[in-house]
């Protein structure tokens, strides 16, 4: 069974960083596009950056400029490097794996973890 498993999550304040990880057990790491979704109380999840198994990344516009997606194959763990942070980037981070097993598109997704941007 494969998890997905988010850390970093915490306080900072406007302005400040945090990087999350997301470690992935299992065989299908490099294999899969890695995705950071975000969910803000009483918003809709979020697509904030994707990285590909290649290592093409793509941000959304609010994001750009300010947050990078990194992944570290051997380590089986995707990074998002989060700067110059905003209250509005306050959100529980969610760690997604999708992956094609040979017969379908597979999702995964991790428990999340909790950013609070304070102003």
Do not use: H
Not at 5 to 13: A, K
Not at 22 to 41: D, E, H, K, L, V
């Amino acid at each position: 069974q494969v998890q997905l498993v988010e850390s970093g999550g915490g306080l900072v304040q406007l302005g400040g960083s945090l990087r999350l990880s997301c470690a992935a057990s299992g065989s299908i790491f490099s294999i899969a596009t890695m995705n950071w979704y975000r969910q803000a109380p009483g918003k809709e999840r979020d697509l904030v950056a994707s990285i590909t198994n290649s290592g093409t990344a793509n941000y959304a516009d609010s994001v750009k400029g300010r947050f990078s997606i990194s992944r570290d194959n051997p380590k089986n763990t995707v990074y998002l490097q989060m700067d110059s942070l905003k209250p509005e980037d306050t959100a529980v981070y969610y760690c997604n794996a999708r992956f094609y097993n040979g017969v379908r598109y597979v999702e995964l997704w991790g428990q999340g973890t909790l950013v609070t941007v304070s102003s």
